[in-house]
């Protein structure tokens, strides 16, 4: 059976020197693990579009999408993601828990205390390197 391969966006939101970590929820695949906020990206959408439709969607919030920040592409048992996350500023609004179980505002140092989606630790390595230290 050929795995099927899906586009995913995601956030990294900065809150001066933390960023924002949402929870899964219980009741979906990768079920409690921690992840950047985004998802799947339409037929005709663009990653940003995408990008500004499912932190809407998920946050009640509106972002501003800048730089991509990492590219990754993960196997799953049952699917092939490729991840794009990219630097985006809080534009509009307080993020609200709609869809995730919880969310937290984290520093890079306290990564290693949350467990993340597999697909997201090439890129959690790289921001530990990149903005680890301050």
């Not at 099927?4 to 933390?18: D, R």
């Not at 697909?119 to 301050?134: F, N, Q, S, W």
Request: overall charge negative.
């Amino acid at each position: 059976m050929k795995q099927k391969s899906v586009e995913v966006v995601a956030a990294l939101i900065w809150q001066g020197e933390k960023f924002l970590i949402c929870q899964r929820p219980k009741d979906k695949a990768r079920a409690l693990l921690w992840e950047f906020v985004g998802g799947k990206v339409e037929a005709g959408e663009t990653k940003q579009a995408a990008l500004v439709r499912e932190c809407r969607e998920e946050l009640d919030i509106m972002v501003g999408v800048g730089e991509v920040f990492a590219e990754v592409t993960h196997e799953y048992p049952d699917l092939i993601v490729h991840l794009t996350l990219f630097h985006c500023t809080l534009a509009a609004g307080e993020p609200k828990l709609l869809e995730h179980n919880d969310m937290k505002w984290i520093l890079p140092s306290e990564i290693p205390a949350y467990e993340f989606c597999p697909a997201d630790e090439t890129i959690l390595e790289k921001l530990v390197r990149e903005y680890g230290a301050r």
